[in-house]
């Protein structure tokens, strides 16, 4: 009865860092989308590609501290991991493009957005479960505020590149789960102990994944007569990741 209270728990943590948080991001980018005019369409865009910038160098950065110089099968596991996620990908996408042509499904990006976003915030469940395990409750507490935070805005990121494509409730809900559902994995996987190498792979999924589609975005938004919309939704996009991510290590430092 203790694991299933414990299990619960980690599950309702994970919940309320992740799941929620991107749901409720979600609803409010669906919101803005409908409001706003064409002309911020390339805005949002280039906001969407700005949290993805934040997010590819967070994870890079946290996949590179896993390695180590002389721990060769280390090296293989970040750069295998990316060339699937990255390059894996691309042949993914052109192999859909000989498929059905040129059009390909307007909803292609949003999921692939949610699939790096996902593998990201598996981290941060990993991060959660680990603080809960040691019984660290003021600092699970506060991973759990500052990751909500920094959650939220996702919804943005996953909702920006689908325009004006009309999002069925089935698309939300998988959108949302996918990007949201990690956290709560997390939370329940770090309860076991994770290998740092499975750590690592996880952490290199997510950058390989989030470069395809930030390379994606670019090649779809950033052109002539729209580059400086483009790059102020990048600049506010990274800048809302940022400060977010501050907040969270100043409440974290203070509680150290």
């Not at 728990?9 to 309320?16: C, E, F, K, P």
């Not at 293989?76 to 498929?99: N, T």
């Not at 660290?136 to 939220?152: Q, R, T």
Request: aromatic share 10%; hydrophobic share 50%; glycine share 14%.
């Amino acid at each position: 009865m203790d694991q299933q209270q414990t299990l619960l728990q980690l599950i309702a943590l994970g919940s309320v860092a992740g799941l929620l948080p991107v749901y409720l991001g979600i609803a409010v980018a669906l919101f803005a989308v409908k409001a706003l005019n064409r002309a911020w369409e390339r805005f949002l865009i280039g906001l969407s590609a700005g949290i993805l910038v934040y997010l590819f160098f967070d994870v890079m950065h946290e996949a590179v501290e896993l390695t180590g110089a002389r721990d060769i099968f280390s090296w293989i596991i970040l750069l295998s991991s990316l060339f699937v996620s990255f390059v894996g990908l691309v042949a993914i996408e052109e192999r859909g493009q000989r498929r059905h042509g040129p059009s390909m499904n307007p909803l292609f990006l949003p999921y692939m957005i949610a699939l790096g976003m996902g593998l990201h915030n598996l981290g941060e469940g990993l991060a959660i479960g680990a603080s809960y395990g040691q019984g660290n409750w003021v600092l699970s507490g506060l991973l759990i505020g500052g990751f909500a935070l920094h959650n939220g805005t996702e919804g943005f990121g996953i909702i920006g590149p689908a325009g004006r494509t009309p999002l069925r409730l089935k698309d939300s809900l998988l959108l949302g789960l996918l990007a949201g559902g990690p956290t709560c994995l997390g939370t329940v996987i770090s309860g076991y102990g994770v290998s740092p190498y499975l750590s690592l792979a996880f952490y290199t999924l997510a950058a390989g994944s989030l470069l395809y589609v930030i390379v994606s975005l670019v090649a779809l938004s950033y052109t002539g007569e729209h580059r400086l919309q483009t790059a102020t939704g990048m600049f506010v996009g990274i800048g809302l990741m940022y400060c977010t991510g501050m907040a969270l290590s100043l409440l974290i430092g203070a509680n150290a």
